[in-house]
């Protein structure tokens, strides 16, 4: 509810609010719209990553009695290199390199395929968090999506048609007004003329 005056003042202050809503709303309305087509690719993404996890960990199974073997202590993750990118004015992380450290191990004891084992773990764990980020990212901009597409609502459904139907209140009472004082001037005046033409 927009509480108002029935005075120019509180006129000019509710018309300023109004301009002011009906110059952002386009503004919001294509941020809403960028941040749609964003969550769009980043749900895509998801689950393009989700697929490939799957298919790396299927990999991964098929090995399965191998992996037995492996000296999980040789790959460990050292670093996660990130960075922050806007995306219609929304902070996201963005994934720029994942390090695997892979330590020192015997070429000639260890069996063939450790190289294999080593190159699967980094897909997996690469595949793994590009995935997080994605998942992260997404939550960030359907968030964002939200609460803009509720500010195009309040302003478009009920600020806008609120300012507009107060001034339009205010317009008529200030009208009504000006009328009455005309009006009552008017019989004042025939009142003094009556009483002129009664005295004269």
Known sequence: MIKFQYNKTSLQQIEKNLKMRQRTLPI???????LRLEVKHCKEDAESLE?????????????????????????????VELDVKKIAGVRVPVLNNIRLEVKPFGLFSAPKWYF???????????????????????GLLEHARKKTTQKVNLFEKVQIPGFQEAVRK????????????????????????KRKEATA
Do not use: P
């Not at 205010?170 to 003329?193: A, P, T, V, Y």
């Open 170 to 193: 205010i317009k008529r009472f200030m009208e009504d007004e000006e009328n009455l004082s005309k009006s009552s001037q008017k019989i004042l005046k025939s009142l003094q003329e």
């Open 51 to 79: 697929r490939k996890l799957q298919e790396q960990i299927a990999g991964y199974e098929s090995m399965y009695a191998l992996w037995g073997e492996f000296d999980t202590s040789l790959v460990e993750l050292k670093d």
């Open 116 to 138: 294999d084992g080593i190159n699967l773990l980094h897909g997996l764990v690469q595949t793994a968090v590009e995935r997080e980020f994605v998942i992260a990212k997404l």
């Open 28 to 34: 919001i309305k294509s941020k809403e719209t960028a």
